[in-house]
């Protein structure tokens, strides 16, 4: 998975880890995929019988605290069920095939054609031109949102408005950053996941739609994917544990 995924060539935020978090002893036979890691997650990974557990928000999300009430909880769960735990954060949103991004466009009707929010030398996000009403894009992003339990919220626009540059950017994709990278690739439509109440005021002046699917909607296709493609090249069985955020 390590090379599979470049994850010592892709800048990561600190908390990131990306890699093996947690060793464990015997052999793996069965692996489960989550987008977060939490008890629940755990539970689900103890459930199927999995003894590796590959999360895209890993172990350390949440900073240096405590191993103390749930997070002890955790780490004795995973220990006494002899359970590993791989993370990978950008290098599963970027990757052309496994991405977060990748697979968000291609469920959506949408082929890249180049990037879009760059994180230090990387370009996290993905581009593109298309000819869709804003209307569909919005009703497919609808859909894949209730599916994870949420629901889509979308900035206004008019029901003959066009989507011509479209920009994606998976989890927290919204921010000050990505609107500026926005305006200067000549986008009219970001599709995201999450982003705080100012993005969504701005886009408005910017004459820029934002389709906000939910943070844990849109990511759960990199740990899918990977976990599939883990588990045809060990003859294995890979489960995803889907226990939505309700972000
Ligand atoms: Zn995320």
């Given amino acids: 998975m390590d090379e599979l995924l470049a994850i010592r060539a892709i800048p990561d935020y600190p908390s990131a880890v990306n890699g093996v978090q947690l060793a464990n ?29 590959i ?7 949440g900073g240096v605290q405590p ?4 997070r002890h909880k955790r780490l004795w769960m995973l220990m ?6 791989y993370s990978a954060h950008l290098p599963l949103d970027v990757h052309p095939d496994l991405g977060n991004n990748a ?8 082929s890249p ?9 990387i370009d996290v996000g993905l581009s593109g031109t298309s000819e869709i009403p804003t209307r569909t894009l919005a009703e497919r992003a ?14 206004p626009f008019d029901e003959e408005r066009v989507t011509r540059r479209w920009g994606i950017c998976t989890g ?66 890979s489960t995803f544990i889907d226990v939505p955020s309700g972000l």
């Fill in 25 to 53: 002893i015997g052999d793996i036979e069965r692996i489960a995929t989550a987008v977060d890691f939490s008890t629940e997650t755990i539970s689900g990974a103890i459930d199927v019988g999995a003894r590796l557990l």
């Fill in 55 to 61: 999360v895209h928000h890993g172990m350390f999300w």
């Fill in 67 to 70: 191993i103390t009430d749930h």
């Fill in 80 to 85: 006494t069920h002899d359970v590993a735990v």
């Fill in 103 to 110: 697979l968000l466009a291609a469920r959506l009707g949408l």
């Fill in 113 to 121: 054609s180049g990037g879009f929010a760059p994180y230090q030398a």
């Fill in 142 to 155: 609808a859909a894949l949102a209730v599916g994870s339990g949420g629901h889509l919220v979308a900035t």
């Fill in 172 to 237: 927290a994709g919204a921010d000050s950053a990505t609107l500026r990278d926005a305006v200067a690739r000549g986008l009219d439509t970001l599709i995201v996941g999450e982003g705080p109440h100012h993005t969504a005021v701005e886009a408005r002046e910017l004459g820029i739609v934002i389709l906000y699917a939910g943070h844990y909607a849109t990511e759960t296709f990199g740990v899918r994917a990977l976990g599939e493609r883990v588990a045809d090249h060990f003859a294995i069985t």
